[in-house]
């Protein structure tokens, strides 16, 4: 089959099967072309919720397809790859953060959207690169465990300096591996570029941004501005979208290292293959999910 034929028969089962294709930021073009919806995690998992479509391909890494089978329960979620998983998340398990729970019991517990369900079920509130300024703001306790990122934790931490943030060793091996060498080799290239830069990056690299944001942040930021060239410090696959609505603007990436295996598995072909076997299937423990909805739902209310 070619590539026509293989859009062709995704078309016709997503008919068949009453389907919506959603993809994250990061996903390849062809896979970005083809979805109904195209964003970050936590707009897509909320998309999928409000869809009337039962069944929902995810394209992305596992625990977004999760956070979507947390807030819809009775859609059948597919991951086409079933083993894209995002290695971050996996840096904190749910029996090692209920053992730090133990060394800090009057700490609240804040977890980056990139976590597992289980880690999820064990923290008080939920946050993405978004929105974690405002969740750690709104938290009485003065005391914060946050995981896994301890980048987008000292991010945090200097942001918001009268909680004391206690930081977890995880970090995203796509963000963290950029230097400073890199970024300072490719400014010496595009010097009039504005430096847009995702906090999952190395604190030295966060500090000399023209701007910090999630990737749907970045992604507005550039749109608005006036600024004509901007080098961007997160995710390759962010371009495809930035390119498409930004047609006289230009992009650099701040490094080809900036580019997630995970991410990357997903293809025109493993959707096709998930629908027509229906495969790969999110399951999660029914008390699981309902503590890690609540940690969903409180990020909710605060925005
Ligand atoms: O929440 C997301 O989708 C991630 C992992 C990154 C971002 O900044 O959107
Ligand atoms: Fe995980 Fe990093 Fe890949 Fe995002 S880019 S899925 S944080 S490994």
Redesign the pocket.
């Known amino acids: 089959m070619d590539k026509n034929d293989i859009i062709r028969k995704i078309l016709q089962l997503k008919k068949e099967k009453d389907a919506v294709i959603v993809a994250?930021?990061?996903q390849v073009d062809d896979v970005q072309e083809i979805a109904d919806m195209v964003?970050?995690?936590?707009?897509?998992s909320k998309y999928c919720s409000s869809v009337d479509s039962q069944v929902i391909v995810f394209c992305?890494v596992h625990f977004?397809a999760e956070s979507a089978k947390i807030l819809s329960p009775h859609k059948t979620v597919l991951l086409p790859e079933a083993d894209a998983g995002?290695p971050m998340a996996d840096m904190v398990t749910a029996e090692a953060l209920r053992e730090e729970k133990r060394k800090y019991p009057n700490a609240a517990v804040v977890c980056?959207?990139?976590s597992t369900a289980e880690v999820k079920a064990e923290s008080d509130i939920c946050c993405?690169?978004?929105n974690a300024l405002k969740i750690v703001e709104a938290i009485d306790k003065k005391d914060i465990i946050f995981v896994p990122d301890q980048n987008l934790g000292s991010y945090i931490a200097k942001a918001v300096p009268d909680k004391n943030i206690i930081l977890w060793k995880g970090f995203?091996v796509t963000h963290h591996r950029v230097k400073v060498s890199d970024v300072q080799k490719i400014k010496e290239l595009h010097p009039d570029a504005l430096l847009l830069i995702?906090?999952?990056c190395r604190p030295e690299l966060v500090d000399m941004a023209d701007f910090v944001?999630?990737?749907?942040?970045?992604i507005d930021f550039a749109y608005k501005s006036e600024a004509e060239k901007f080098i961007i410090g997160?995710?390759m696959g962010v371009l495809y979208k930035l390119k498409k609505d930004n047609p006289d603007k230009m992009f650099y990436l701040m490094s080809p290292g900036l580019l997630c295996p995970n991410m990357k598995k997903t293809s025109l072909r493993s959707i096709y293959e998930a629908l027509d076997k229906m495969q790969n299937k999110i399951e999660l423990d029914e008390d699981i999910r309902l503590k890690a909805k609540k940690a969903l739902d409180r990020m909710l209310e605060i925005g």
């Open positions: 994250h930021n990061y964003g970050d995690s936590f707009a897509l992305g977004m995002c980056y959207i990139n993405t690169s978004s995203c995702h906090p999952e944001g999630s990737t749907k942040q970045i997160t995710e």
